[in-house]
């Protein structure tokens, strides 16, 4: 079973820095994608970057570029997300997910909010 498990949410002041971690099991994924996607009650659920799991390669929203960099430990099943410069608009539930490329698999998120 296909598990994506992700954790380092919670609540930063505007500047500030959080690290997303997502733990994934229950498969091989390279030649996966990975990606962060992050969703704000009223909106709908945006892309935020990803990875290429067996290359590397990243893309990113313009909105986040500069100050986010998803990275991956293959020997971890790991993806990170290192989130600098928060803003407050930055504030949603952040998901992982793997697909080839659209997503098949999801996590159950991790809320981060970003103060004023």
């Known amino acids: 079973q296909v598990q994506l498990v992700e954790s380092g949410g919670g609540l930063v002041q505007a500047g500030g820095s959080l690290r997303l971690s997502c733990v994934a099991s229950?498969?091989?994924?390279?030649?996966?994608?990975m990606a962060w996607f992050r969703h704000t009650p009223g909106k709908e659920r945006e892309f935020v970057a990803n990875i290429n799991y067996y290359r590397g390669t990243t893309n990113y929203a313009d909105f986040v570029k500069g100050r986010f960099i998803i990275s991956r430990d293959n020997a971890k099943n790991t993806i990170k997300l290192q989130m600098n410069s928060l803003k407050p608009e930055d504030t949603a539930v952040y998901y992982c997910?793997?697909?080839?490329?659209?997503?098949?698999?999801w996590g159950q998120g991790t809320q981060v909010t970003v103060s004023s």
């Open positions: 229950g498969r091989t994924f390279s030649g996966y994608m």
């Open positions: 997910a793997a697909g080839i490329p659209t997503p098949i698999y």
